[in-house]
Structure formats: structure tokens, C-alpha cells
């Protein structure tokens, strides 16, 4: 069994994928990421290929192995899984984080009046991936006692105002507390972390010239605390708990940083 961390950030072309990757590179891991956006086939007008992570990765100290990825098909995240366990017999990280709810119009609105394809890009390209991810990752975090991290969002008491958003995000908790249990009997811990109100290409797009909120976050920052996180020898404590990125933050002294994408 080779000696050198492993990781796997899904959705990482850009965002929060990216920033988790990004910040994983200081630790000079072995970073696979996954992301359907490539520098052959673009899906996004956003800026950010899972390659062009990758290359950042390297170039941090880590190293960056990308892969071309949708995450709806099963067979292909299978095969994925199947290429890293022949190269490294475990992974001691697994960050599922991709998530499609943004590829349709997103703004709360009755539940009447949604478009009943967000369903595809919030469950089946979001809770779904995030299972799916996870089914296949477990195998190869209890060969290493690795840490298995799901992005979702710690949803207020009335929710967001968009119920496929609602689904989504509860469904996401509802699967770390439920993995974290059948995972509990391999020592290894499963925790939903939940990001603040960050600065992603999407959300730097959408605002313009506008201006942000004064206490909005990184995407790196939010990668330093998961990396933190995955470092803490008492992380299990953690396990099956929805953490706010800004609890792990004060939890592990980490301050804020001002890059807008970095």
C-alpha cells in the first residue's frame, strides 16, 4: 500500500470542488477530481475544467489526476472508482460535491410554479450523485480509515423557499447521519459540512458589478477547512453531524480568506 494521501474532490472544475482541491494540494496529496466540464466538451459557460484544476493542483504541490466525469451515469463513476482502486488500493478522502442546481434558473418561487426538471438537477445530479459517490468511495475509504465528506447546506427551520432545493439539501444529511452509522463498525467517519454564502464563478457571474455580502467566503477558504477537517485525529466525533464551514472554521482557528476565487 503506497504511503501517500489519496484524495477524490467530485464536481471540481471549478466552485467549491475547486477550492477543496485547491487547498488539498498544500498538503501535497494525490488529488483525483472528477467534473464533466473538460477542455474537449464545455457544458457550462463558466469559466474552469476539471484539467485546468488539475494542472492547479500540480502546481501547488499536489498532484492532480483528473477525470472526465458526468455523474448520472453509473457505469462510467463506477469505472472511475475502479481505475483509482487498481492505482492506489484505498483513498483516504472522498469529497462528493458534485451538484447541478444551478444549470436551471435558480430563485425560491411556490412549489407550483417550479420547473419540474429541477428534480433532475437537484436530486438525480445532486442527493443522487452524492450516493452513488459514496456506495462505490466506501470500499476504498475502510481500506484506509479515510474520511468520507458530502457538501450540502444546513437549511434553516421554513427551508429556502425552493422545495427541490429543500429535498436536496435535507437528503444529503439524511445520508451522512445514515452513512456515518453503517460506517461507524470500519472507524470511518462521514460528515456533511455546509458552506456559508460563497464566492463561486456562478456566483461572481449572477452578481455583476453588484456587491457582495461583507461576510461572504472564498472557495478556498472553504477548502482550507474541509482540509482541516480531513487532518483532525478527532474528526469522528464529527460523524453524521451537518457542520457549518463557519463552526469548523472557528473549531480550528481558521480566519477568513479574501481571494475572490483562489
Do not use: C
Not at 50 to 75: F, K, M, N, Q, Y
Amino acid at each position: 500500500m503506497s504511503a501517500e494521501k489519496v484524495a477524490l474532490v467530485t464536481g471540481s472544475a471549478r466552485g467549491i470542488g475547486r477550492g477543496i482541491a485547491l487547498a488539498l494540494a498544500e498538503t501535497g496529496s494525490v488529488v483525483h477530481l472528477t467534473d464533466r466540464d473538460s477542455r474537449h466538451r464545455k457544458h457550462s459557460e463558466l469559466p474552469g475544467t476539471v484539467e485546468d484544476t488539475a494542472d492547479e493542483v500540480s502546481a501547488r504541490g499536489g498532484t492532480g489526476i483528473p477525470h472526465v466525469l458526468d455523474h448520472t451515469d453509473d457505469e462510467a463513476v463506477a469505472e472511475v472508482f475502479a481505475q483509482i482502486g487498481q492505482q492506489h488500493s484505498g483513498v483516504d478522502l472522498v469529497v462528493a460535491n458534485a451538484f447541478d442546481g444551478n444549470a436551471l434558473p435558480f430563485a425560491p418561487a411556490p412549489f407550483w410554479q417550479l420547473r419540474i426538471d429541477h428534480w433532475s438537477t437537484m436530486i438525480d445530479a445532486g442527493l443522487r450523485s452524492h450516493l452513488v459517490t459514496a456506495r462505490h468511495a466506501a470500499p476504498l475509504l475502510i481500506e484506509r480509515t479515510g474520511l468520507l465528506v458530502l457538501t450540502g447546506y444546513a437549511l434553516p427551520e421554513n427551508g429556502s423557499g425552493h422545495v427541490f432545493y429543500d429535498l436536496a439539501m435535507t437528503g444529503i444529511s439524511t445520508l451522512g447521519k445514515s452513512m456515518a452509522r453503517d460506517l461507524a463498525e470500519h472507524d470511518v467517519a462521514a460528515v456533511t459540512v455546509s458552506p456559508g454564502f460563497t464566492r463561486t464563478e456562478a456566483i461572481l457571474a449572477a452578481f455583476g458589478e453588484a456587491p457582495l455580502p461583507p461576510n461572504s467566503d472564498s472557495v478556498q477558504h472553504v477548502g482550507r477547512v474541509v482540509a482541516a477537517l480531513w487532518n483532525d485525529p478527532k474528526a469522528g466525533a464529527l460523524s453524521g453531524t451537518t457542520a457549518t464551514i463557519a463552526e469548523l472554521a472557528q473549531r480550528y482557528q481558521i480566519t477568513k480568506s479574501t481571494e475572490a476565487l483562489a
